[in-house]
């Protein structure tokens, strides 16, 4: 299914809705101190955690947000 969104709040609203419906508990903009930022969604359920990221157009610098050091 392809779906135009006119931003990425409206991509999140979307992606929201599938998690909630699928018994995630959703929440926003959750500050994530090891990355120095923020993630647009962080997800919980059954103690597993998503995070997703909301974008339109990939390219590297959302690549990189992606990526964590974990030593």
């Not at 931003?7 to 599938?18: F, G, I, N, P």
């Not at 699928?22 to 929440?27: A, E, L």
């Not at 120095?36 to 998503?50: A, C, Q």
């Amino acid at each position: 299914m392809s779906r135009a969104f006119r931003s990425e709040a409206d991509l999140a609203s979307v992606v929201v809705t599938w998690l909630e419906q699928d018994g995630w508990v959703v929440y926003h903009e959750v500050a994530l101190p090891s990355i120095r930022g923020r993630i647009d969604l962080l997800g919980v359920r059954d103690g597993k955690t998503r995070l997703v990221e909301c974008k339109l157009t990939p390219c590297m610098k959302v690549f990189a947000q992606a990526w964590v050091n974990k030593d």
